[in-house]
């Protein structure tokens, strides 16, 4: 029996400590093991190892880790000035890590992730920070962001408390209102800074005008001393006087006494009523410049303030449409300009090339009529030398070749009428000819005509050209044919001999 008791003994203890090992495990600093079991309160391990007996405890976990939750207002809340505000604030939490603490944050949180947890948090979180947004000015929410975030992390904190999470700090990202008013805020600051700067001048030009009716007043008291200082000499002068006069006439120096103490009495009086009247109308003259520098002061500051409104959005707008147009106007000449200068070159550059071509097929076409007008030239020039040549060589035959060459066609030319007669009918005269004779007749007669005009009109006789070879023309006649050398001109002289 020993010998199977002791290796049951054995099994035993490695399965236990199997089951033990199982069951051990350890909890990072930001997250908190919980173990539960048969006992009422459960184990909480916080960066520390344990033990877990399998199948009697559990293990459940709950994140200590700092969580940032988004917090916005989804619309505009109304703040204590009846103004429309839209927040976007930031708040940092963590589950607490006393006993109570986890007690209230094992009760909402265990096994929540991050996402969970700040999606449960949120809507707290957002009630209470429109809960503050009501109860502060709009200014306050501008000025002092700090101030209104420590009230929402206050009011929060304790609706937090009974969730088991602390808010460590709690940061408003962005404020808008739902009218604009926030930029109105810094011109209205501008304005009030520009108010201050002409009431300041407004002040300095009444303590000046103060002081400009402060020194006429002396003046005017100074003039009007003098001259009851003045009026007091003269009366003591006319005083003397009558009393120099007493002796020669009591009475009359009384009378005069009296009635120059009466003209210097009514004239002190004329001029104390003057320097009041003066006096009364300088301190009015003031309190209407005072009124009118509270005025001008309210004035100024409604005009400041809507002139500087109005000035700024048309200066923006004017910015804005010159700054947009000046880059479309660029841009579309820089465009017209790059295309322009293309389109110059390309014309440029064909123009050039055809100018090239024409130039050379001028140049190739002058040559050619130049060389063919040179041919030409020598050809005529040379016919013409072989014909001088040949007139010269062969004189009165020549001559006479052209003559014979030249008499057919002017019988053609006589004859051409002839073609366009279609019919012809001959009537016999009866007088011994035929009229196909006469007909016959008809060229040579009209020949001989031309061969006789001809001699008429240039003195050039054909026939006696053509008989000069004859021996009648050489022996009886005298011809000669001279000229004959140049073929433009030919000259017949006839001389008869006796």
């Known amino acids: 029996m020993e010998q199977f008791i002791i290796p049951i003994i054995v099994i035993i203890a490695i399965l236990l400590l199997i089951v033990l090992a199982s069951g051990y495990v350890k909890a990072p600093p930001d997250i908190a093991y919980i173990i539960s079991g048969p006992k009422r309160d459960p184990k909480v391990l916080i960066g520390r190892a344990g033990i877990k007996i399998p199948f009697i ?49 094992m009760k909402n949180f265990l096994n929540l992730s991050e996402d969970k947890i700040c999606a449960a948090l949120t809507d707290s979180l957002q009630g209470n920070m429109r809960e503050i947004i009501g109860t502060v000015d709009l200014r306050v929410l501008c000025t002092d962001r700090k101030k209104f975030g420590d009230e929402v992390q206050m009011k929060a904190q304790m609706d937090m408390n009974a969730l088991g999470i602390e808010i460590i700090s709690c940061n408003i990202q962005k404020i ?51 001259d009851t200082a003045i009026a007091e000499k003269q009366n003591d002068l006319a005083i003397k006087q009558a009393e120099l006069k007493k002796a020669a006439d009591i009475k009359r120096a009384e009378a005069d006494a009296a009635y120059e103490i009466q003209k210097e009495e009514q004239r002190k009086t004329i001029e104390v009523t003057t320097a009041n009247a ?27 303030k809507k002139k ?20 479309k106007k660029a841009e579309a000449e820089k465009f017209e300009r790059e295309k322009a200068a293309e389109a110059r070159k390309a014309v440029a550059e064909a123009d050039m090339y055809a100018k090239v071509k024409e130039a050379e097929g001028i140049k190739a076409l002058g040559e050619a009529e130049a060389d063919a007008t040179r041919a030409k030239g ?6 013409i030398d ?47 000819q035929s009229g196909v004779s006469s007909m016959g007749d008809y060229v040579p007669a009209v020949l001989a005509k031309t061969i006789e005009a001809i001699k008429q009109t240039t003195g050039l006789d054909i026939t006696e050209i053509m008989r000069a070879e004859t021996y009648d023309a050489k022996v009886t006649k005298n011809i000669n044919v001279t000229g004959l050398e140049n073929a433009a001109h030919v000259d017949v002289k006839v001389s008869e001999e006796v």
């Open 278 to 304: 003066n006096i009364a109308r300088q301190e009015r003259e003031i309190e209407l410049k005072q009124k009118e520098v509270a005025v001008t002061e309210q004035m100024l500051e409604a005009e400041i």
């Open 176 to 226: 808008e209102d739902e009218k604009g008013l926030i930029p109105a805020l810094g011109q209205d600051n501008m304005s009030k800074i520009q108010k201050d700067a002409s009431i300041a001048k407004a002040n300095a030009d009444k303590e000046v005008a103060i002081a400009e009716a402060e020194a006429k007043k002396l003046a005017n008291d100074a003039k009007i001393a003098s």
């Open 378 to 383: 020598l050809a005529e020039a040379e016919a």
């Open 386 to 432: 072989k014909k001088a040549e040949a007139m010269r060589k062969y004189g009165q035959a020549a001559m006479m070749e052209m003559i014979v060459d030249a008499l057919p066609e002017m019988a053609k030319a006589i004859a051409e009428p002839l073609n366009s007669i279609d019919k012809v009918t001959i009537i016999d005269s009866g007088n011994g």
């Open 308 to 327: 500087a409104e109005a000035e700024k959005f048309a200066r923006q707008q004017r910015a804005e449409a010159e700054l947009f147009e000046r880059q």
């Open 57 to 105: 405890e559990r293990k459940d976990t709950l994140l200590l880790k700092q969580i940032t939750v988004d917090i916005k207002t989804n619309g505009y809340i109304p703040t204590q000035d009846f103004i429309g505000v839209d927040i976007d604030a930031v708040a940092k939490v963590r589950i607490m890590t006393d006993k109570e603490g986890i007690k209230l944050a």
